[in-house]
């Protein structure tokens, strides 16, 4: 007795074997580390099957594109939601018991300082409005600006203004750091803002 595969089966096949390799190297370009990019290439072509009568032809690699897209931002909004709920302890603050250091105190009293700001920190970006937090989060994330108006699907000159306008609502809700804190530690900035 042979088994029949419906026709969607073989369709399905042909879409994996054209564009799997393509959507991970389309992932990789948004910056997408290579193995969660397969992973998400994966669960793109598990939602591809599940609507596999949906599209046609040309059609399918942008419902390829886009989905596989639409997960990225997914995963990033996750990763961000688990980190922001996360308690952080710092052990670079712990003094050694057995040599007593006067510095010790003042880096403990400074690393409080910058819990205390990040925590704040975190509540003012959760407090933005959702453009803004995109643009923020991922340049976080170390993507660069051409990267964030890629994926968002909008303008480098929106993004860089929105994250200029992120930084500016950022400081005018938290103020500036004192001295001997770095903000850009605080914010988790890097030093390049472009």
């Given at each position: 007795m042979s088994v029949t595969h419906p026709p969607h089966d073989s369709a399905f096949e042909d879409l994996y074997r054209r564009f799997y390799e393509r959507t991970v190297r389309f992932l990789i370009y948004l910056g997408c580390p290579r193995e969660?990019?397969?992973?998400?290439?994966?669960?793109?072509?598990?939602?591809?099957?599940?609507?596999?009568?949906?599209?046609?032809?040309?059609?399918?690699?942008?419902?390829?594109?886009?989905?596989?897209h639409h997960l990225l931002l997914n995963d990033i909004r996750k990763t961000h939601s688990l980190k922001a709920g996360a308690p952080t302890v710092s052990i670079e603050g712990v003094a050694d018991p057995t040599a007593p250091d006067p510095t010790a105190e003042a880096k403990v009293i400074i690393d409080e300082q910058t819990h205390i700001l990040r925590n704040r920190y975190r509540k003012a970006i959760a407090a933005l409005p959702e453009g803004l937090r995109q643009c923020l989060l991922l340049r976080q994330r170390g993507y660069s600006g051409e990267q964030i108006a890629e994926i968002l699907r909008i303008p480098h000159t929106t993004v860089r203004s929105r994250?200029?306008?992120?930084?500016?609502?950022?400081?005018?809700e938290l103020g500036e750091a004192p001295a001997e804190i770095d903000w850009r530690e605080v914010a988790g900035e890097s030093d390049d803002e472009e």
């Open positions: 969660d990019a397969r992973d998400l290439a994966q669960e793109a072509f598990v939602r591809v099957l599940a609507n596999i009568g949906r599209f046609h032809g040309d059609a399918a690699w942008q419902y390829i594109k886009t989905t596989a994250l200029h306008e992120a930084k500016r609502q950022l400081q005018a």
